[in-house]
């Protein structure tokens, strides 16, 4: 997929990379005019570590300054892409930007003021002259440490920055063939707007983690029972995802692989302790 986006944009400015003169990075910042940002931008949104969910307090002052303050462009902290390449006339003030690589070009920062935008475009309701501050980055390689550095308003979870790695890859394809993976949330705000009921990637690393051989493996060094247990699968997702994560990408994925067999009945164990201990507590 490939998109050549023109906007109309005022104030546009080149500025190099000082510490990797000639060849670094090159950023261009802009105002643009926020009733020509095209709509085929939502299409260049996995570059964002999470979902933009427009129900938050955030969201709403966002859109509320959007509607109502002739300085949103001052105060709002703007649009944030990686693109392909930019180029800019003089003459007509038209910005067009070309993105090419869904992994790599895309809205990095500033995804609920754009989506803001977008609703006030379908709703034709956005004031003449609106202005939004905006940044495009031409060159990088990964967005994954730009993101995670801007994204601070609503801190970006752990899991949403290993989703912009590729750290679910293997995990997705062995849960695929499950009824539920489609309401798995691999980042922020994921399926929020669907009429599901969601579930964490981390209670299904918190499952599965019980059964991981490298974390608490059977045998124990003198041959008999483990030396450790999975006590951490009990206590918090966060600390089970960590743990999944220091295995290194390489070990966690052979694991997978080769529990791949009995997942189904992992997951079967799982629910019958779920649905069934509850009413063996009441009975006894």
């Not at 803001?116 to 031409?138: K, M, S």
């Not at 849960?175 to 399926?191: D, G, Q, V």
Request: with cysteine.
């Amino acid at each position: 997929m490939s998109d050549k986006l023109k906007m109309h944009a005022r104030e546009f400015k080149t500025m190099r990379d000082p510490n990797r003169l000639p060849t670094g990075h090159i950023k261009y910042i802009c105002y643009l005019d926020t009733k020509t940002i095209p709509n085929e931008l939502r299409n260049w949104m996995r570059t964002n570590p999470r979902d933009q969910k427009m129900t938050t307090e955030v969201a709403k002052t966002i859109a509320s300054s959007l509607m109502e303050n002739e300085d949103f462009h001052e105060l709002n902290r703007g649009l944030l892409f990686s693109v392909e390449s930019v180029n800019y006339d003089n003459r007509t003030e038209t910005l067009t930007v070309e993105l090419s690589d869904g992994e790599i070009h895309g809205n990095i920062d500033g995804g609920h003021t754009l989506h803001a935008i977008f609703d006030a475009q379908e709703n034709e309701t956005l004031p003449e002259a609106r202005y939004v501050f905006a940044e495009f980055f031409v060159g990088l390689s990964s967005p994954v440490e730009l993101a995670a550095a801007r994204n601070t308003s609503v801190q970006v979870d752990l899991k949403s920055q290993e989703e912009l790695k590729k750290s679910f890859e293997t995990l997705k394809q062995i849960l695929k063939p499950f009824p539920f993976e489609r309401r798995i949330a691999y980042h922020m705000n994921e399926h929020y707007s669907e009429n599901v009921a969601i579930i964490d990637v981390r209670e299904v690393i918190t499952i599965l983690n019980m059964f991981n051989q490298n974390l608490y493996p059977i045998v124990g060094q003198q041959g008999l029972s483990g030396d450790s247990q999975p006590i951490q699968s009990y206590t918090g997702k966060e600390a089970s995802l960590k743990r999944f994560l220091k295995q290194g990408r390489e070990e966690r994925e052979a694991v997978l692989v080769k529990m791949t067999p009995i997942i189904d009945d992992i997951f079967h164990l799982w629910e019958t302790v779920e649905c069934e201990f509850p009413k063996m507590v009441q009975k006894n």
